[in-house]
């Protein structure tokens, strides 16, 4: 089989959408912010916690393809991340929301996540109507024909995740993506990816702990560009005690397996 069709094999021929084996990844020249990562993710909500400079960002742009790993391996739907061979046809079955996303002010909703859709090489024929079904599930087709530059931030932060799910992904990869959210729109994007997991891969990088602990049927906790914990919101729950920093049980967890000290705060 070429290496250019390689990402496009049934699913049936890889046993994990994304697998990280000693994975390396700089951020900038010197900094290693991913640091030997071992990991396997298969269909579901992940989600991805860990404090500032953990290396999340970094992790999730090198999923994107955005970043080249370093050194170890990494393989999307079956196909390695590594080079560039295959790589176009890849980054059409993943859909990527960065932490800060540009986009042309005067465009409108539609046309922006049109724009995305042929980026993403869809068909001309299947643009129109992936538009409108992306759009309408972030709760935006009664603006889908305003200016960007009129939006909100928190409707702002919805065309980003329209724009990522358009293509229907494989693979979809959102870094902050409740940022500007308020709660009411939280709990609807939380049903949003349960939706979403069923067929997908979806993971989550955020800092609250209470969206994974609600979303997420897996919990990845990464410091210090290494993985610290895997597993569900209700094993990370039960990793910490009353004594320690946090005002629900899977905070407190975070805080226990972060070490940070019983009874202080995590700064």
Aim: charged share 25%; glycine share 12%.
């Amino acid at each position: 089989m070429r290496a250019v069709e390689a990402a496009e094999v049934a699913p049936a021929a890889y046993a994990w959408e994304i697998r990280a084996e000693g994975l390396k990844v700089r951020a900038g020249r010197r900094k290693m912010a991913v640091d030997g990562l071992d990991l396997s993710l298969g269909k579901g909500v992940h989600g991805l916690l860990g404090p500032n400079g953990a290396g999340k960002t970094t992790l999730i742009r090198a999923l994107a393809t955005v970043l080249r790993p370093a050194e170890g391996e990494l393989s999307l739907l079956g196909v390695p991340a590594g080079g560039h061979a295959g790589l176009r046809a890849l980054r059409r079955r993943i859909g990527y929301l960065p932490q800060n996303f540009g986009f042309y002010k005067r465009f409108t909703v539609r046309e922006f996540v049109e724009y995305i859709a042929w980026l993403k090489e869809m068909s001309k024929k299947d643009i129109s109507g992936a538009v409108q079904r992306a759009v309408e599930r972030v709760g935006l087709a009664d603006r889908a024909d305003d200016r960007m530059k009129t939006l909100s931030g928190g409707m702002v932060r919805r065309v980003g995740i329209a724009q990522a799910i358009v293509n229907d992904p494989d693979i979809l990869l959102l870094d902050e993506p409740t940022a500007g959210l308020d709660p009411a729109q939280r709990v609807r994007f939380r049903e949003l990816v349960q939706d979403l997991g069923r067929d997908s891969c979806v993971l989550i990088s955020t800092h609250l702990v209470e969206d994974v602990g609600t979303a997420c049927s897996d919990v990845i906790l990464f410091a210090e560009g290494k993985l610290v914990f895997q597993g569900t919101p209700h094993e990370l729950a039960a990793a910490g005690t009353p004594e320690h920093t946090g005002d629900s049980p899977i905070e407190r967890g975070y805080s226990a397996l972060l070490n940070h000290e019983p009874g202080k705060g995590a700064w």
